[in-house]
């Protein structure tokens, strides 16, 4: 009797350990996602500020796309930076904005394909 009241004691003393330690990683994912949401809205705000910043300083500048887990709208890392592809003559220059930036942005150049590349034309 003495090892099965023993054991039903460990089963409620692991029972306990592993709801404790659930609520624990429920409450830190949350907390993980609040700062997710918080540091996708800073990133939003800071896309903005950085499309004025690269048309004030290339006004002919082509394109501009954001890709990457932030465009899918799916960061799973409160960590995640900003991914920027621009098509303009002054890339230099806008790097050097991009680089300057609470969040991290990656910045990458757009390769055009000669005109007659693209036509199909060999």
């Given at each position: 009797m003495a090892d099965?009241?023993?054991s039903s004691r460990r089963d409620a003393e692991l029972k306990a350990m592993?709801?404790?330690f659930a609520r624990r990683a429920r409450r830190a994912a949350a907390e993980r996602d609040r700062h997710i949401a918080a540091r996708q809205e800073a990133a939003r705000v800071q896309i903005e500020d950085l499309v004025r910043r690269?048309?004030?300083?290339?006004?002919?500048?082509?394109?501009i796309i954001l890709f990457g887990s932030l465009a899918a709208g799916?960061?799973?890392?409160?960590?995640?930076?900003?991914?920027?592809a621009v098509d303009s003559d002054r890339y230099w220059e806008l790097l050097g904005i991009a680089l300057d930036q609470?969040?991290?942005?990656?910045?990458?150049a757009m390769i055009r394909a000669r005109e007659e590349?693209?036509?199909g034309d060999t």
């Open positions: 099965q009241s023993l592993g709801r404790a690269f048309r004030s300083e290339d006004p002919h500048i082509r394109r799916t960061p799973r890392n409160p960590h995640f930076d900003i991914d920027l609470p969040i991290p942005v990656d910045t990458v590349e693209s036509s």
